[in-house]
């Protein structure tokens, strides 16, 4: 009986679950339009700007996909974290480290043959990442330390090393108007997939999303993973090793960011410079966010966002907007997301009818599926 | 005489002088941390109220041509960042620090996207007052002059432990703060509580922000913040949920700031970044070494991040 319930129950959330985040994406470019209209541009003309920036031919769409690469593995550092119910903002301090070592690693293997000298690029920066955002777990673990605010703090002091390793111990004396290291060696270059001038890197971003769905959702350890992430202290009391999952997910999360820095460094800038922290860190958080930290869903939310990163150049060009009406509408995007939260099971349509035994209307969404589509909300228990 | 003829007693003297400029945002967005989370909740995005409030205290100093309107408008962009965030974090299943991240993000972006055109003109300045003009030093001169919001800032830290401990509406606040179920039923409103702190302390970060765009750096840019409003949560954690030793926790991230430059005054060059890091590094070790895994910490109200009773 309740075995039929629930799955008579599904397609009615399933379809909750698709048209509340689509609902509030359009809520928010409505809400975007308005600003956009109160600052004396047309709103119409600037959604199509950013259609045609981020999708609306080849070239766009390649753009796109070039910016969704290091979304996708960054975007997992704030994902995996929270499966287990911690929410870590460290993406952009990871990224930035991973990009440095890998960086400097490709420039000391100057005569090392290709496949050689991208596998250590690629492993110093997930070794890096991963072990810069182990420490944020560690110091959560063991300490108690909030890791919202450690990943926040951390971001700083690895952009603090960047610049300081920039300007003086490994800096390039020719970059003089953006401070870098050397180039890294051109056989060391991440190539392009064939037909286009989208680098290797999508590729890793690809895996790396399924890898994390399929580890998440089909392992022993995904598994202990999500129980901690449901209930810590009974995942304590059936004996699993809170300590060692905890560790474990966060090299993980860090090593995709420090992976993701490693493609900046490799297939875009060729050396390491303030230009690694442009974009990616907060935008990749608003995409976990957004895709209700399912590894999966980072993929299609990456590449939407990517197309909107993608269009800042274009509304700066053609419509002259300011360059932060990108991060405007990531913010608007951000929030109208969050709030859509707690519309969940309170709009009567999407709502099952439920037998008469229950008066109660259903507030809450079906046990099963807040199990496996959305992670438990951590509660930032600052004092504990 | 020029600062360098001072020697070794510039450092002191620019740590001073650091100490005095610097501190007064740590403080204002400390206290209103404060306030907040004595509440019970938590505002992660007191950058973002700081941003817009430094762009919108400027764009309103050059417009009406005083500073002190500029600063009020700031107070007010505060405010209405402050409504968003305590409507967000009252609906269900909606969590505070994920909103704080997003107020961050939209606080910071509407501040430049609004701020684009500020960036060329000049807004007068909030005046200051010379507490050094004794001295015939120019190094002691600049160093002791004092922002009237200092003092505003320690008028409102004593105020506000008062308003903690001897005041009704202070012992509501710490009454919703400390058990919402409670407050509840001795019949005030946990939400309004809330919001009203949560929208008072964004207003203390929105001044915040004048402070910076009208007397020190004293313009601007979009890189104005150094990150004071990111620190206010691990500022409060370190003064253990109390106003007056927010104020001397602000002092000291204030010091600590204005060591990078002393150093530099005296040509210690080659790690200014690694100096400009210090807040941070010290707020990492002071949470690392003051908060526990097993105890709450002390002074810490005792719903703090926890989810809504009743949702």
Redesign the interface.
């Given at each position: 009986m309740r075995m039929l319930r629930s799955s008579h129950l599904r397609w009615r959330s399933r379809l909750e679950s698709l048209c509340i985040p689509v609902g509030a994406l359009l809520v928010a470019l409505l809400l975007f339009g308005g600003l956009c209209a109160l600052?004396g541009y047309n709103p119409l003309s600037v959604y199509g700007a950013i259609y045609q920036a981020a999708f609306g031919s080849r070239f766009a769409w390649q753009n796109t996909l070039l910016r969704a690469a290091p979304l996708m593995l960054s975007a997992l550092c704030t994902v995996l974290p929270a499966r287990l119910g911690l929410?870590v903002?460290g993406n952009e301090g990871a990224l930035v480290l991973g990009g440095l070592l890998a960086a400097i690693t490709g420039i000391q293997l100057a005569a090392a043959p290709t496949s050689l000298g991208l596998l250590a690029m690629a492993l110093a920066g997930v070794i890096a990442g991963g072990l810069w955002i182990m420490v944020i777990g560690a110091?959560r673990?063991?300490?108690?330390?909030?890791e919202?605010?450690?990943s926040?703090?951390?971001n700083?002091?690895a952009i603090?090393?960047l610049?300081?390793m920039v300007?003086?111990p490994w800096r390039d004396p020719s970059s003089l108007n953006q401070p870098s290291t050397f180039l890294i060696p051109d056989a060391l270059r991440l190539g392009n997939l064939p037909p286009s001038r989208v680098h290797y890197g999508l590729l890793y971003g690809l895996a790396a999303c399924a890898i994390a769905h399929l580890l998440i959702q089909r392992t022993t350890f995904g598994f202990a993973v999500r129980t901690v992430g449901g209930n810590r202290r009974a995942a304590r009391m059936v004996g699993l090793a809170t300590g060692k999952l905890t560790l474990a997910i966060c090299f993980l999360a860090g090593s995709c960011a420090g992976l993701a820095g490693m493609v900046e460094v490799a297939a875009v800038h060729g050396r390491a410079n303030g230009a690694l922290h442009a974009n990616y860190g907060?935008s990749s958080?608003?995409v976990a966010?957004v895709a209700k930290q399912n590894s999966l869903t980072v993929i299609l939310v990456a590449i939407l966002l990517g197309g909107i990163l993608a269009s800042g150049s274009l509304l700066q060009r053609a419509l002259e907007m300011?360059?932060?009406?990108?991060?405007?509408?990531?913010?608007?995007i951000?929030?109208v997301i969050?709030?859509s939260?707690?519309l969940?099971g309170?709009i009567p349509w999407f709502r099952e009818p439920r037998p008469s035994d229950d008066p109660s209307p259903a507030v809450h969404p079906p046990v099963l599926a807040s199990a496996t589509v959305t992670p438990p909300?951590?509660?930032?228990?600052?004092?504990? | 005489m020029t600062p360098d003829s001072l020697g070794w007693w510039g450092i002191p003297l620019a740590i001073l002088g650091g100490l005095l400029r610097g501190s007064v945002p740590f403080l204002f967005v400390s206290l209103g941390e404060c306030l907040t989370e004595k509440s019970g909740k938590i505002n992660l995005g007191l950058e973002g109220s700081l941003l817009l409030g430094a762009v919108t205290g400027y764009a309103l100093s050059f417009h009406s041509g005083s500073p002190w309107v500029g600063v009020l408008g700031a107070g007010g962009a505060g405010l209405g960042l402050g409504a968003i965030h305590a409507w967000l974090v009252q609906q269900r299943r909606v969590n505070d620090i994920s909103v704080g991240i997003a107020m961050m993000i939209f606080g910071g972006g509407l501040a430049n996207y609004l701020g684009k055109p500020y960036i060329q003109p000049i807004a007068p300045q909030l005046p200051a007052l010379h507490w050094g003009d004794w001295s015939d030093l120019p190094a002691v001169q600049s160093a002791l002059r004092v922002s009237p919001l200092l003092l505003i800032g320690i008028a409102i830290a004593v105020s506000l432990q008062w308003f903690f401990k001897a005041t009704r509406w202070g012992l509501i606040v710490r009454a919703v703060g400390e058990s919402p179920t409670a407050a509840k039923a001795m019949g005030f409103s946990v939400a309004r509580t809330q919001t009203a702190c949560i929208m008072v302390g964004a207003g203390m970060a929105g001044i915040a922000g004048a402070y910076l765009s009208l007397y020190f750096p004293g313009s601007w840019n979009e890189n104005i913040s150094s990150g004071q409003g990111l620190l206010a949560v691990a500022l409060v954690i370190f003064a253990r949920w109390n106003p007056i030793q927010c104020l001397w926790a602000a002092l000291l991230f204030g010091g600590t700031q204005g060591l990078g430059p002393a150093l530099q005054s005296v040509g210690i060059e080659g790690y200014y970044y690694v100096f400009n890091a210090m807040p941070y590094l010290l707020t990492l070790v002071i949470m690392v070494a003051t908060c526990s895994p097993v105890r709450s910490s002390v002074g810490a109200p005792a719903s703090l991040g926890q989810p809504r009773p009743d949702a």
């Open positions: 600052e929410i903002i110091l673990h063991f300490r108690g330390v909030n919202t605010i450690s926040l703090l951390m700083y002091l603090a090393f610049s300081h300007e003086g907060y958080i608003l966010f300011p360059d932060a009406t990108v991060m405007v509408l990531q913010g608007l951000f929030l969050l709030y939260e707690s969940y309170q909300s951590p509660s930032g228990d600052l004092h504990r | -």
